[in-house]
Structure formats: structure tokens, C-alpha cells
């Protein structure tokens, strides 16, 4: 009763615009690369125990220095990316925040709207936020 022949797979946001054809190629290209640089930038490790970097005995000692270095300039990259995307949307709050919502935090624009109000508004401003980054990837 009420079962499911498949498995439920919820869409991005990204996902959802572009399979109700709303967005172009070049759109949904750009905010993919924002929302994997976005979502890059803020994999911020915890600060550790310097403690918990010592091995014990029976257990391992966790990632090398060189992984650990490796990441952080993944990370810094991701930031810089994310940095230049941002200058490209001349640091407008309600680009910025679209992008950042429904590219980085793969939320439907109903979900970054706050409701079915403002979601038409939602998808507009994030039209034009794709459009900025798409151009200034030329």
C-alpha cells in the first residue's frame, strides 16, 4: 500500500530548475562550479586536540601532514573561486544569497524563498546570477 517502485532521489535545486527547463546549459554549468566551490569552502576542518594527532598503540594515527596540506590548499582554492564568483555578482546580497542557497546548499527556490510567495522572485534573481557568472567565465 502507498509503496514506491523506486527509491525517492530529492533534486537540487539546480536539478529542479533545469528539468522544468528554466534554466539554460550555460546557468545550470555555472552554478554547478559555484555550488562545488561553495560547498568546498565550507568543509572547514574543526580545530583538533594536538592530543588527538598521536598515534596509540592498536590504533592509527590518523591523516598524514601531506593529506591534511593537500586539502586545506583544495579548501583555499575553493575559496578563491568562490571569492572571484562573488566579485563577478558585484557582491549584491540577493545574488550572492541565491547562489549560495540554491547552488552551494542545493535548496529548491521554494526551500531559499521561504515559502511558494517569494520562490517566483527566487528563481528570477538567480536567473540573472547565472547569467553574471556564466558571462564572466568567457
Request: net charge positive.
Amino acid at each position: 500500500r502507498g509503496g514506491r517502485e523506486t527509491p525517492y532521489h530529492r533534486r537540487s535545486g539546480l536539478e529542479w530548475l533545469s528539468a522544468r527547463g528554466k534554466l539554460t546549459e550555460r546557468q545550470r554549468l555555472a552554478g554547478e562550479r559555484y555550488g562545488a566551490a561553495y560547498r568546498r569552502a565550507a568543509q572547514a576542518p574543526a580545530i583538533g586536540s594536538t592530543l588527538e594527532g598521536q598515534p596509540r598503540p592498536g590504533q592509527p594515527g590518523g591523516p598524514s601532514l601531506g593529506l591534511l596540506l593537500k586539502m586545506a590548499e583544495g579548501r583555499r582554492q575553493a575559496e578563491a573561486e568562490l571569492a572571484g564568483a562573488r566579485a563577478a555578482l558585484f557582491g549584491q546580497g540577493d545574488l550572492v544569497t541565491a547562489c549560495d542557497r540554491i547552488c552551494g546548499q542545493e535548496m529548491t527556490p521554494r526551500e531559499a524563498a521561504g515559502g511558494d510567495r517569494n520562490a517566483a522572485r527566487m528563481e528570477a534573481v538567480l536567473g540573472v546570477a547565472l547569467d553574471l557568472l556564466a558571462a564572466a567565465r568567457r
